[in-house]
């Protein structure tokens, strides 16, 4: 399997890793932390050297109570940011935006990634710039309002109703001519969910990788705040280090990997491999063609 993006091929053979860069004086993990060009810079870096295969930068936090922005005050804060990293590194980058204008103005900037949480509920014509653009596109499963992403009461089945969410999501995205080779879909851990559902959902992943054969699953559950409930209500908001999941082909462990490297960087894979076993503040989740053991085996570390 191999997913599109507007500046190449990405291929699905084994489980890739997302990171996380919030530019929001407000997000749950790491807000305020990376507000200036250059700390954003340092921490893509930091990140790169840590393992990630795809930046993904976001503006507006969306955890609950997070501040709702205009589209100008969010593309304020991220276009610097994806500009230069894209300057400086190979790494591909996703822009997390529910709105087109942000859309728009990222992939100029240099993403190739589209990460919608709502799933094109918010914004439909974020489907028309991703297929103008030939753009990646992850459509997320979620419910309610962006005031109510979190305060939705639970569904009865939650599987049932993430299979006809992303299938009305996925029907959109075609409707515009998005192809399936850009699409990626995201269970969505964490948005209006129970503790009992996020939990079924990672125990269950494969139901949702059969029903759904032709697209990369994405699977965010790093540091939100479920872990903590299950830990004993340990607090796992703040952390120096955070990555969300990507894809990867069917139910294939992770062996070590090639790393994104900064462009002119020669620093070799050794010295990257003994960084990331140094540094017990990294946080991982998976996106991908994975089994229910894998899952497992990855959530254990968090």
Same mark, same amino acid.
């Given at each position: 399997?191999?997913?599109?993006?507007?500046?190449?091929?990405?291929?699905?053979? $084994?489980?890739?890793?997302?990171?996380?860069?919030?530019?929001?004086?407000?997000?749950?993990?790491?807000?305020?932390?990376?507000?200036?060009?250059?700390?954003?810079?340092?921490?893509?870096?930091?990140?790169?050297?840590?393992?990630?295969?795809?930046?993904?930068?976001?503006?507006?936090?969306?955890?609950?109570?997070?501040?709702?922005?205009?589209?100008?005050?969010?593309?304020?804060?991220?276009?610097?940011?994806?500009?230069?990293?894209?300057?400086? @590194?190979?790494?591909?980058?996703?822009?997390?935006?529910?709105?087109?204008?942000?859309?728009?103005?990222?992939?100029?900037?240099?993403?190739?990634?589209?990460?919608?949480?709502?799933?094109?509920?918010?914004?439909?014509?974020?489907?028309?710039?991703?297929?103008?653009?030939?753009?990646?596109?992850?459509?997320?499963?979620?419910?309610?309002?962006?005031?109510?992403?979190?305060?939705?009461?639970?569904?009865?089945?939650? @599987?049932?109703?993430?299979?006809?969410?992303?299938?009305?999501?996925?029907?959109?995205?075609?409707?515009?001519?998005?192809?399936?080779?850009?699409?990626?879909?995201?269970?969505?851990?964490? @948005?209006?969910?129970?503790?009992?559902?996020?939990?079924?959902?990672?125990?269950?992943?494969?139901?949702?990788?059969?029903?759904?054969?032709?697209?990369?699953?994405?699977?965010?559950?790093?540091?939100?705040? @479920?872990?903590?409930?299950?830990?004993?209500?340990?607090?796992?908001?703040?952390?120096? $280090?955070?990555?969300?999941?990507?894809?990867?082909?069917?139910?294939? $462990?992770?062996?070590?990997?090639?790393?994104?490297?900064?462009?002119?960087?020669?620093?070799?894979?050794?010295?990257?491999?003994?960084?990331?076993?140094?540094?017990?503040?990294?946080?991982?989740?998976?996106?991908?063609?994975?089994?229910?053991?894998?899952?497992?085996?990855?959530?254990?570390?968090?």
């Amino acid at each position: 399997m191999e997913w599109k993006t507007s500046r190449r091929l990405i291929s699905m053979d $084994r489980p890739l890793v997302m990171a996380i860069l919030n530019v929001t004086p407000d997000s749950f993990s790491d807000g305020g932390e990376y507000l200036s060009v250059d700390d954003a810079l340092k921490r893509a870096e930091n990140m790169i050297d840590e393992g990630a295969d795809i930046i993904d930068v976001g503006g507006e936090s969306t955890r609950p109570g997070g501040n709702v922005l205009d589209a100008e005050q969010e593309i304020d804060r991220v276009i610097p940011v994806i500009a230069e990293i894209s300057k400086r @590194f190979e790494t591909p980058i996703s822009i997390d935006t529910t709105k087109s204008e942000v859309v728009e103005q990222a992939i100029q900037s240099g993403a190739e990634i589209i990460n919608d949480i709502s799933g094109l509920r918010f914004d439909v014509r974020i489907a028309d710039a991703a297929a103008r653009n030939n753009a990646g596109l992850i459509l997320m499963h979620s419910r309610g309002t962006r005031e109510t992403l979190h305060s939705e009461p639970p569904v009865d089945d939650i @599987f049932l109703d993430i299979q006809t969410d992303l299938k009305r999501a996925v029907g959109v995205a075609h409707s515009y001519d998005v192809k399936d080779e850009q699409i990626a879909l995201d269970v969505g851990i964490g @948005f209006g969910k129970t503790l009992e559902q996020n939990l079924e959902l990672i125990a269950k992943l494969d139901r949702l990788v059969d029903e759904f054969s032709e697209y990369p699953i994405l699977v965010g559950a790093s540091r939100k705040s @479920f872990i903590g409930k299950v830990l004993g209500d340990l607090i796992v908001g703040k952390a120096r $280090r955070q990555h969300s999941g990507c894809v990867n082909s069917r139910k294939k $462990r992770c062996k070590d990997r090639p790393r994104a490297r900064c462009k002119g960087n020669s620093r070799s894979n050794k010295s990257r491999r003994e960084t990331r076993v140094r540094d017990n503040e990294i946080s991982t989740s998976v996106i991908g063609r994975i089994g229910p053991p894998f899952a497992v085996r990855l959530y254990g570390l968090l």
